[in-house]
Structures are given as C-alpha cells and as structure tokens.
C-alpha cells in the first residue's frame, strides 16, 4: 500500500470535476445561476397566467401552458447569462486608468462544447414541446370536425359580420354554444384583417377572395372580445366586436331570436 | 524625409476656374434635382393622355418624379461624371481624383461628392442622427396618443401614418446605423486599407440614401401613408398618394443598399493589410461585411416587391390585387423574404461592435474567436429560411408551419454562441465601466428578453395569441433597438475620440445611458404586459382595460426621449468643446487607434503588416 503513495496519478475526469466544482469562482457562478434560474420560473409561471385573459378553449388552455413551459425551457440560460452578469459587475473596476490585464483565456473548447450542447438541447425540447402541441391540436381538429359548428366569419372595412350557415343566422355578434367544437371559415370583402376572437387563443388572417380556417371548443362561458389584429386603413383600431359563450339552450334561445332554427 | 500623406497632398489642386468638378457640390445637385422634379411634373400633368384614371395617372406623375429629383440631383452633385468620362474613352485624372478625395477642402468636402471614406462616414453619422431624430420625434407621438384612451391627441389617419413613417424610417436608419458611420469611417482603417475598394461607389451610395430622405418627407405632405412599414397589398395597392413616396424611397434605398454592400464586401475581401489572414480580422469587420452581404440579397426583393405594387397603381397590372388575379401571399413572401434577413442586417453589425468592446474594457482576449464567427454566419445562413413564420396565421399554407417553427427555432443555437463568446470574454475579467462597456451590459439582458420573447412568437401555437399584439412590437424593440442601437450607441462612443479628435462627454454619456435603458425596460414592460393581455399592435385607441399598461410604456418613453435629447447635446457639444482625445484613449490593439488625429487622407503613412489578431490581452495563465 505504501509503495503506491509515492506514485503521482493523473486525476480521473470524476476527480477533475469535483474540483473544478470546488473553485470559488464556479461556485459564485452556480450559485447565482440557480438564484436567477428560481427568479424566471417563478415570474414565468406567474405573471402570464395573471396577465393574459380568461381562458376560454382547449386552444387557449395549450397557448398558457406553453408560454409557462417555455419560460421554464429558458429560464437556465436566463440565469447563467444574469450570472455572469452579476458577477462580472460585482468585480468591476474603478478608477480613470484601464484595469489590469486578466487571464489570457482564448478558448476552451470543453466549454463552447458543453454550452452548445445544452443551448441545443434546451432548443430541441422546445421544438419538439411546440410540434407535440402543434399536432395535438390538428388531430384534435380532425376529431371533431364532424360535429362542430361551422361560422363563416367575414372581414369589412372595418366590422366583423358572423354566418352561421347551418342555422340561418346572420349577426355581428359572435355568439357559440358551450362544449361544442366550431370552425371558422374566415374571409375578407376588402383588404386583409386577422379574426381573433382574444379569449378563444384562436388567430387567422382574412384575405379577399380566399377562405382560411381556424377551428378550437369553447370551454367557459363568459364573453370574447374580437379584434382586428392586422393593419386595415384607418378605423382598425375601432374593428372590434364581441361576443359570448353560452349554455346550449340560451345559445338556442338566441338563434331562435335571431329568427334562424336551432341545431 | 516626407511622409507618403504630405507626398499626396503636396500635389498641385487643378485650377478651380477650369474644371467643372471643382464647381458641383450639394446646392448645384439641389437646383439640378429640383429642376428635373418640376420639369417631370409638369411636362408630364400636361402630355399625358386624360382619359387616363385619375388615380393611375396622380401615381405616374408623383413617382417619375421622385425618381427624376433623384436621378437629377446626382448628376447636379456630379455623381455620373466617372462614367461619363468613360462613355468619351477618357477617364478622371490623378488631380481630379484627389480633388474628389476631399483633399484639403476643410468642412466644404462634407457637401460634396467626396470619395474619401471618412468624409462618407461622418456624413452618414449626421444622416443617420438625423434619421433617428425624426423617427425618435414620431416615437413619442406615438406614445403621447396611447399614453390614455379615447384617441384624444391625434386622427387616426395622422397615427397610421406616423406608425407607418416611423416604421420605415427607424428601419432604414438602423440598417445604416453601424455600418454607414463606422463601417464607412473606421472599417477600412481597421483593416489596413487606404481606402474603400471603390470610392466613387462609396459616395454613391450615401448620396443616393441623401436622395431618399426628401422623398420619403413628402409621404408626410402627399397624405401620409396607412399600411404600416409592411406595406400589405391590396391596402397598399389602394393607398392614396403618399404610398408613392414609400415605394420610391425603398427603391432608392435598396439601390444605396447593393451599392454599399458590394463595395464593403470586395474592400474586406481584397483591400486587407499584408498578413492580415482571415483569423486575424477584426470581429467588427466580420460581423459588418457579413451583414451586408446578408443584405445583397435581401433587399432586391422588396425592391421588386415595391416596382411591382408601383405597377399595380400605375398600370393595374395586378401582381397583388386580389381583384384583378393577383395575390397578397405573393407580396407578403416577397417582404418577409427581406424583412426576416434584415433584422439581422441590423442586429449582427451592432452586436460585432460590443464585441470589440468586450476585450479592451476587460482587458482579456476575444473569448473563441471561432465561436463568433460561426455564430454570425449561422444566423445569416439561418435567417434566410425563416420568412415564413411572419405567416403562421395568414392561411397561405398551415403545413408549412411546423417547419418554418423548426428553423426559426434553430437561431437560438447561433444566437446562443454569441452570447457566449460575450460571457465568455468578461469571465473572470475585472470590466471598465466606461460608457462604451456599460452598453455591453444593457445588450445582455437586451437580447435575453429580445431572444426569449422570440421563441414564443417562433412558435405556432403561441403564436396564435401573440401574433399581430403589443408583444410582438415590445419584442422585436427589445432586439432591434435594446441590442442593435445599444450596440451602435456604444460604438459612437467608443469610436468618437477617432472619429472628432475628442473625447464624448463623459457625464452626459452616463446620464444619457441611464435614461434611455430605464426609460426602455419601462416603456417595453408596460407593452409586453399590454400585448399579452390582448392589445392589438398599430391602434390609434384602445379599450379602457389597457390603460395602465399603456401609461407606464408612455411614462418610459420620454424618459427614452429625454436621454437621446441628452445624447444629442453630448454629441455636438463635445465635437467643437470636447477633451482633446489622445491617439488610443482606452489602450485597444486594433490598427485605427494607430493613426493620429486628422486621419491622413490615406490613412496610413506606412502601408502596415500585421502579424496577430488584434486581442492579445492579459496575462498567460498555467
């Protein structure tokens, strides 16, 4: 046993490690990265729910988890960035004369390595999360074509009117029945508008002489506001209408109003 | 012994009475401009045919001529007379050459065609000031209209014009903002080069973008113009006169843009200093010659983009009104196919100056070289597949959204290297926080809520929400003004005591910092918070809802505009009464901190030879 003391090993990468996590500097870092880490989830996971509106669809619920979890996706580069940042500042230097010359450091191809490699990581997880959702949401779609309500959504400089083809209805309302899956078929009389109704997460571009779709379910009852969220002359600010979610039998009760037949 | 400068400026001037370059500068190119303008306008009022449309035939006449005030003010200046001389077999002679130069001249040179590269950047440096003054003046009047609703300042027609003129403006002041002044004054001396590669061309194009700046004024006094700086066809197609302006100011411009941007690319690629290897560039050169190389390409495209909605209301050719066959889609492929290139255009230049910073004020190496140069290439190559994710939502064909989500994603990962060369060069470094370091700060978090605020916007679903809201507005000013302006802002101060001989005022530039990027986080909170709770972007009113986030984002404004106000009196005030700078006031290893102050006309007295890149800071470490 003694004969091997004298032996001077070359450090394993384990041991390099734990020693590399032992210098003061990476432990400053670490520690600020965590703090700051913490800061953004928290603030994510806080401040785009309390902001955005009501959530009113299946659409809606997708859009604030994904703002949420992409926040989380990026809040490790946000603290190791603001780490570096903290603590860089707290070192700085004072006085009317250049600094002292620092460690002439010009490369180290472990670190843009490790950095690339979770920067990438950190990205493909968000590309796939943002496929996943992608494709949920077009099968979902798919699904529920059969049985959905089908509103032709039209764009004027500068109201919205509202179709409802299949109940004899015409209005400048936007008024849907709970639980019920509806597709909008959107188009324009003039120049381009984007439909969207705000609280339903659903957003699509009205051209003239073409047709686009957008389809979601309304889950809550409460009211939509719709805008105008593409420039279309003058009054655009004014484009807005709105609307409301419904139970079954009030949404009947207003087509019946409205002078179509219910579903 | 005399120097090779004094051996060129001892040279005979030719006699002023006999040559007629000697006599063309900016007032003649104003009369001859003037004169061609009226000459069109009223030939063509009175010869064109009457049963012609009212509106096609109002369309005519205003863009031949702005085109013709264009063409005649460079001819008045003497811009065509090179290659005049080359249609008679002749050529400019060695005098005349050094007479264009500038040589001697005093502050005369700066009004005419100079040739010199300095002289074209600190025109473009006024230009560019100029630019960003009145885009910055539209700003608050922006921000005073939505600072309470009801639309109690201004008509909505006056709003959508000043979102639209403020739009463009901003646009083509920031694609110019870094690599007009310093790519024009300081790049070449940077590189070693005693010149550009061609420096009539050089002239050229900062008088052609001289020739847009009147145009694109009139879009004000021809009724403004209501679609945005997009330009969406069929609203463009529609637009009353004032459009005009629009379409022949980005057709000016885009013709400045080939100009430069050939120009700088061939004197990066063949003017460098012997031993000057393409490891040994500096980090600023390579990051402004591949903006503009980014922009060659770019910008033909909404050049065509804009001859073809002039067609579309001058001949009814119908590219993009739906009414007649055409298509939106087209126009809006056409613009983005620019537009999402051209942010980068401006971002790159911007960020490449804080890297210079970066190492002089921590006094430590460029933190991978090799990093940084892959990082700009990777969001030029990038940038070029990602148009589309501007139309997620306009029905032109959802299948392609994964994709373009997939590509739009990837730049994170170029994005990402940059950051890190940055962070990687202040690691363990001790910064000197003078005012051109303190914006490296101010990019870094920039960019992180820029950067960030993107990847929502990249993705489809989020998108849904997001497009076309207040959010995607405070986005892309987060990148584009908190990282690109930032970045140009700490070069003026960086590169100020070169470029005027003295140094920036020092207490100002703080002043004004902290102003701007206090003013900038609260002006930008307010609309991120604006946008996600569901405020469309370009309104003239808004609901009652959004009113305290829309004061605190006014609130944040002036403060933006008090501190440029600031910076503005620093600028002029420390050019005529500023701290006579020394010849490398911060101790940088670049080759223009080694040319004294007034620049030699050819830069250098001996061509110089380089043989390292220019970041050997610090201390070898074990």
């Known amino acids: ?263 | 012994m005399t120097t090779l400068s004094q051996q060129v400026s001892n040279r005979p001037i030719p006699n002023p009475k006999k040559s007629l370059i000697t006599r063309l500068n900016m007032g003649t190119g104003l009369i001859v401009g003037i004169a061609f303008a009226l000459a069109t306008y009223y030939s063509m009022q009175t010869t064109l045919d009457d049963a012609t449309l009212n509106f096609q035939r109002n369309n005519q006449v205003l863009l031949a001529t702005m085109f013709m005030w264009s063409i005649g003010f460079l001819v008045g200046i003497g811009a065509f007379i090179g290659p005049f001389r080359w249609l008679i077999g002749k050529d400019l002679t060695a005098e005349e050459q050094l007479y264009l130069a500038g040589d001697g001249q005093g502050i005369k040179r700066y009004f005419k065609y100079c040739t010199d590269h300095k002289v074209v950047g600190i025109q473009y440096l006024w230009g560019v000031i100029a630019m960003l003054a009145v885009g910055g003046s539209m700003a608050m009047m922006i921000r005073t209209q939505l600072a309470q609703p009801g639309a109690k300042f201004i008509t909505p027609s006056i709003y959508n014009s000043l979102v639209g003129l403020h739009g463009i403006t901003m646009i083509v002041a920031m694609i110019i903002v870094a690599t007009g002044p310093f790519g024009n004054f300081i790049m070449p001396i940077m590189i070693g080069a005693a010149d550009m590669a061609f420096p009539r061309l050089n002239a050229l194009s900062w008088w052609v973008l001289f020739t847009a700046i009147p145009v694109l004024c009139s879009a004000w006094f021809l009724g403004g113009i209501p679609t945005g700086w997009t330009a969406y066809a069929p609203l463009s197609v529609q637009a009353g006169p004032g459009m005009n302006a629009f379409i022949a100011t980005i057709i000016i411009f885009a013709v400045s843009t080939a100009v430069a941007g050939a120009n700088i690319t061939a004197t990066v690629i063949s003017m460098r200093a012997k031993g000057m290897t393409w490891n040994r560039v500096p980090i600023f050169v390579i990051g402004a010659t591949i903006s503009v190389a980014l922009a060659v390409p770019a910008f033909p495209t909404f050049m065509v983009a804009m001859i073809q909605t002039a067609m579309d209301r001058t001949f009814l050719t119908g590219f993009f009104d739906s009414n007649v066959g055409g298509s939106g889609w087209l126009y809006a492929h056409l613009f983005w196919i620019m537009g999402h290139p051209e942010v980068y255009v401006i971002l790159l230049p911007g960020v490449a100056i804080l890297m210079e910073i970066v190492p002089v004020f921590v006094r430590k190496p460029l933190f991978s070289y090799t990093a940084a140069v892959v990082g700009f290439a990777g969001i030029a190559g990038l940038s070029v597949l990602v148009w589309a994710h501007h139309m997620y939502m306009s029905g032109w064909l959802p299948m392609l959204n994964g994709p373009f989500m997939v590509t739009t994603e990837m730049i994170s990962i170029p994005t990402g290297l940059i950051f890190l060369v940055i962070l990687g060069t202040l690691w363990n470094g001790k910064p000197w926080l003078k005012v051109p370091m303190l914006g490296v700060y101010a990019f870094l978090w920039n960019m992180l809520i820029g950067g960030i605020t993107g990847l929502y916007l990249s993705d489809v679903p989020a998108d849904n929400y997001l497009h076309g809201s207040m959010y995607v507005t405070a986005h892309f000013h987060y990148t584009l003004m908190g990282a690109a302006l930032t970045g140009a802002v700490a070069g003026l101060s960086y590169w100020y005591p070169k470029m005027t001989g003295r140094m920036l005022n020092e207490r100002a530039g703080y002043i004004s910092f902290w102003f701007v990027q206090i003013g900038f986080q609260i002006l930008y909170l307010g609309m991120f918070i604006a946008g996600a709770e569901g405020q469309p972007r370009r309104v003239s009113d808004y609901a009652q809802m959004y009113a305290n986030s829309n004061r605190i984002s006014t609130f944040g404004a002036y403060l933006i505009g008090t501190g440029f106000i600031v910076l503005l009196w620093a600028v002029i005030h420390s050019w005529r009464n500023g701290v006579i700078a020394p010849m490398n006031p911060w101790g940088a290893k670049t080759l223009e901190w080694t040319v004294p102050y007034p620049v030699p006309l050819v830069n250098f007295d001996t061509p110089p030879v380089v043989t390292s890149d220019p970041y050997g800071y610090g201390k070898a470490v074990k």
């Open chain 1, 1 to 263: 046993m003694s004969d091997h003391n004298d032996v001077h090993l070359e450090p394993t990468p384990g041991e390099r490690f734990s020693k590399f996590l032992k210098r003061g500097d990476i432990r400053e870092t670490l520690a600020w990265a965590a703090f700051y880490t913490a800061v953004f989830v928290v603030l994510g996971a806080y401040f785009y729910p309390k902001w955005m509106p009501t959530v009113m669809s299946t659409d809606m619920k997708a859009i604030e988890r994904l703002m949420v979890v992409f926040t989380f996706i990026s809040a490790p580069v946000c603290g190791f960035v603001m780490s570096i940042f903290t603590q860089t500042l707290r070192h700085r230097h004072k006085g009317d004369t250049p600094p002292p010359d620092g460690p002439m450091i010009r490369n180290n191809r472990l670190g843009v390595a490790v950095f690339s490699g979770v920067a990438s990581l950190l990205t493909l997880t968000a590309v796939i999360y943002g496929l996943i959702e992608l494709n949920s949401s077009a099968e979902a779609a798919t699904k529920d074509a059969p049985n959905a309500l089908v509103v032709e959504v039209t764009g004027n400089q500068w109201v919205w009117s509202f179709n409802y083809p299949s109940l004899g209805v015409e209005s400048n309302m936007l008024n849907l029945p709970i639980d019920r899956p509806v597709i909008f078929r959107i188009t324009s009389a003039d120049v381009n508008h984007s439909f969207w109704p705000v609280q339903l997460g659903v957003k699509a571009d009205a051209n003239h002489l073409a047709t686009t779709l957008a389809q979601t379910t309304p889950t809550k009852l409460g009211t939509i506001d719709v805008k105008c969220a593409e420039l279309c002359g003058l009054y655009h600010a004014y484009m807005e209408t709105s609307g409301e979610v419904m139970t079954v039998s009030d949404f009947n009760n207003w087509v019946t109003a409205q002078g179509g037949h219910s579903a």
